[in-house]
């Protein structure tokens, strides 16, 4: 997408990952942890969401796919957190 103003061109592509709910910029003004970025092949990619959901909790925390999409290349981005394991 490409916008224009002030008569000078943005050509940088819109991205889906921009922070669309309070919550979200509420956990960034907090300190909240970054996911992990994978990117990687397509059977990279479900090898590697096989070994997260397979994943038992580690010290508290168990990882979560937070999001994932196909890039035009074919390959697969997703993001990894860990939340802290209920109660």
Do not use: C
């Not at 991205?15 to 309070?22: I, W, Y």
């Not at 509420?26 to 994978?38: T, V």
Request: proline share 8%.
């Amino acid at each position: 997408m490409l916008t224009t103003v002030g008569g000078l061109t943005n050509q940088k592509p819109w991205s889906s990952d921009m922070l669309v709910r309070p919550s979200d910029l509420a956990n960034r003004i907090a300190g909240e942890q970054q996911p992990e970025m994978f990117t990687m092949s397509l059977e990279a990619a479900r090898g590697k969401a096989r070994e997260v959901i397979d994943r038992a909790p580690l010290g508290g925390l168990t990882p979560v796919i937070e999001r994932w999409r196909q890039l035009p290349d074919g390959r697969i981005e997703l993001s990894v957190r860990h939340y802290p394991v209920a109660d």
